[in-house]
């Protein structure tokens, strides 16, 4: 039996396998987030002290505004964030620091959004894929 496949709006292309970090709520990547550890620092999340690290973001979206490219460019740089990102809606600010990271440091992290029943299923996985057209197959 083949794995449940769903096909998303590409952001930023990328291809990759990895365990799912679902957040329970949006966060900032300017001033929530540490860009040097990847580690959620904001004490009022409510996945506060987890690391982001060589993990695919599930998140609705991002608090905050033109910080949030360099937040996340520069976690991508160092190698302590995010592999991968799911999205419920379509977020500029993640979708230009993965730009920035894939055309300055050759480092690609896909930026899929999903429609919200297709968002719900990703963020319960464990595991997914994501491919370089967009579409998303849960593992597990």
């Known amino acids: 039996m083949s794995e449940p496949s769903i096909q998303g709006r590409v952001l930023n292309p990328g291809q990759i396998t990895a365990d799912v970090q679902a ?16 580690e959620i ?3 009022r999340h409510p996945q506060a002290g987890s690391r982001v690290t060589g993990k695919i973001l599930v998140v609705a979206g991002a608090i905050g ?7 996340i460019a520069e976690s991508i740089r160092t190698g302590v964030g995010p592999v ?23 480092i690609d992290v896909p ?7 297709d968002y719900t ?6 595991r997914i894929t994501i491919d370089r057209s967009g579409v998303v197959t849960l593992l597990a």
């Not at 809606?89 to 894939?102: E, L, Q, R, Y």
């Open 121 to 126: 299923k990703v963020f319960a996985s464990k």
């Open 23 to 38: 957040l329970d709520a949006p966060v900032s990547f300017w001033g929530g987030y540490d860009p040097l550890t990847g």
């Open 65 to 71: 505004s033109a910080g949030t490219p360099a937040g």
């Open 84 to 106: 991968g990102i799911v999205l419920a809606k379509p977020d500029v600010n993640i979708s230009v620091g993965t730009f920035v990271a894939a055309h300055l440091y050759h």
């Open 41 to 43: 620092i904001d004490q």
């Open 111 to 117: 930026v899929i959004c999903l429609e919200r029943p």
